[in-house]
């Protein structure tokens, strides 16, 4: 009996350990999220991190090893909203974009998403251009954000183009996608300007109607 109960202990200590080494996963990659936007990628630093997830900065190097590779990851998690492992493409928001057979209702419906994304990815995208210019780490990463942006407006250009309805070229809508979202402008019109996101959705469904059908 005992060498049962041991073994069922010793399972739970093992689900328990695992929980807390995800929960603490979790809180480091938000802290990092939020301190990256708010002081800079560069003058943010691992214990910095640690200390606003209250963690042991050992924790955090068990967990990521570097500050690029938790970069990394607090962009993946900005940019999809959570640290689930699907990829964007494939959440149902971005499937029932490309399942609307209208394109210009597509256009539209792809403007109110991307305006999320903005919202949710623009201060951290900006904290990695700010530090692009003097780290390597930094700069990598910001051709691989733009990277698979531009892999990501292909897609949509590519089932545009399947529709019969585009007046541009395929290579066209892709490079005006991605020129129109890589943050910019949401943080001038609505950062700064002060338009709501839905003001801004529908304007930038508007251009895209009008620029690309």
Not at 5 to 14: A, E, L
Not at 59 to 72: C, D, E, G, I
Not at 126 to 147: C, F, G, H, S, Y
């Amino acid at each position: 009996m005992s060498q049962v109960t041991g073994g069922v202990k010793r399972r739970y200590d093992s689900t328990r350990r695992q929980q807390q080494a995800l929960e603490n996963r979790r809180r480091i990659v938000r802290a990092a999220c939020e301190l990256f936007a708010e002081r800079g990628y560069g003058r943010t630093t691992l214990a910095d991190i640690a200390a606003s997830a209250g963690v042991a900065v050992e924790t955090v190097y068990a967990a990521f090893k570097n500050k690029p590779a938790l970069l990394h990851r607090a962009w993946d998690v900005t940019v999809v909203g959570d640290d689930c492992d699907i990829q964007l493409l494939d959440r149902p928001e971005l499937r029932e974009v490309f399942d609307e057979p209208d394109l210009p209702t597509r256009l539209r419906k792809l403007a109110v998403v991307n305006t999320g994304l903005m919202r949710r990815t623009t201060a951290l995208r900006r904290a990695v251009e700010d530090a692009a210019a003097t780290d390597q780490a930094a700069a990598d990463m910001l051709a691989e954000i733009d990277r698979q942006r531009l892999e990501s407006m292909a897609a949509h250009a590519e089932a545009a183009q399947a529709t019969g309805r585009l007046g541009v070229s395929e290579v066209e809508c892709r490079d005006v996608l991605w020129t129109t979202t890589d943050g910019s402008l949401w943080h001038g019109l609505v950062r700064l300007r002060g338009w709501t996101d839905e003001r801004y959705a529908r304007w930038l469904g508007d251009l895209w109607v009008a620029q690309l059908t």
